[in-house]
């Protein structure tokens, strides 16, 4: 009997070790960066949007986030054609056949998460945000990101699910919060542009900050 309990010990006793170190290798978090460079993308092309103005009232409030470096990325000033690339992102950058796909490979690929700033355009987000999204896969697989909506009609709320939905398939990291900015029309002047962000938007600042404090717990489990 001893000699079975000794063995059992000796054969258990490694195994039992080797999966706590599994474990233990699945759930700490890898060798942090100094610093971590997040691009806020602002989803919509419209020349008269707002998208803009509502994307760098979010880079204001998140400056002091800790070892976060931020960098507006705008889409119209890309100006991507409709996707034209004769190979499939998933096959990897090595595939592209374009200079533009490139070049917005590269970009993409410099930031260690997003935050996605975008309106609500009849109940769906816009299609120059899909259309810049489906450009690349490599680029945006495994990342934490950010979605934060605007509009009308519940802050963009309908426009930020289908968002997700899309980005879900990159297998991204997501924060539970997703601010909806919520517009009204006397927050607009003559031109239609926004007329004091840093005051209507202040109700909206906490939920902004909460997303960003889990982004950053998402990024120290970046491989």
Known sequence: MRFILSLFLMIW???????????????????????YKIGIIIG?????????????W??????????????LVDLEKWNLPLFNEPGMPLNGPKTYVHAHTKKWGHEIASYDGYIFVTPQYNCGYPASLKNAIDYLYAEWKDKPAIIISY????????????????????????SSTMPAIGL??????????????????????EAVLNAVNELVESLKYLS
């Open 58 to 71: 979010v880079f204001q409030q998140v400056q002091e986030a800790p070892n976060l470096q931020f960098t």
């Open 13 to 35: 006793g490694p195994l039992s070790l080797s999966g706590q170190e599994a474990h233990l290798a699945n759930t700490n978090p890898v060798k942090e960066k100094s610093t």
């Open 184 to 205: 009204a029309p006397q927050m607009l002047n003559e031109k239609k542009k926004l007329k004091n962000a840093s005051e209507d938007f202040k109700p909206y600042r």
């Open 151 to 174: 509009g009308f009609q519940d802050g963009g709320a309908k426009a930020a699910m289908q968002l997700k939905q899309v980005l879900e398939s990159f297998k991204m990291k997501f």
């Open 44 to 56: 919509s092309t419209r020349p008269n949007k707002i998208g803009g103005q509502v994307a760098e």
